[in-house]
Nanobody, 122 residues
Framework: QVQLVESGGGLVQAGESLRLSCAASGSIFSINDMGWHRQAPGKQRELVAAITSGGSTNYVDSVKGRFTISRDNANNTVYLQMNSLKPEDTAVYYC????????????????WGQGTQVTVSS
């Protein structure tokens, strides 16, 4: 069994910062790409930022220069530092990871966290 648990969401004012964390646990052999997605009310889920096991990153244009994704491979954790938050960043944020399990390391699967609400007031 593999589980992703997010934390760090909340209510902040525009211009403030939040740091999201997502820890993967369970029968993990290895973790490849990890990422953060978000879904605002009435909108489709979008990829916000992703990071490979080697540390390469990519971001959606709307968060470039404000958000930073990082990971701690030793602790199977991915972070999203969000600075200069805007009201349009309001959404439920989900972490995602491509994981190979101990009993089937030749296969990888996508796992998702339960989501954490980020609300930015103007």
């Amino acid at each position: 069994q593999v589980q992703l648990v997010e934390s760090g969401g909340g209510l902040v004012q525009a211009g403030e910062s939040l740091r999201l964390s997502c820890a993967a646990s369970g029968s993990i052999f290895s973790i490849n790409d990890m990422g953060w997605h978000r879904q605002a009310p009435g909108k489709q889920r979008e990829l916000v930022a992703a990071i490979t096991s080697g540390g390469s990153t990519n971001y959606v244009d709307s968060v470039k220069g404000r958000f930073t994704i990082s990971r701690d491979n030793a602790n199977n954790t991915v972070y999203l530092q969000m600075n200069s938050l805007k009201p349009e960043d309001t959404a439920v944020y989900y972490c995602n990871a491509r994981i190979r399990k101990l009993l089937s390391p030749w296969m990888s699967g996508d796992y998702w966290g339960q989501g954490t609400q980020v609300t930015v007031s103007s």
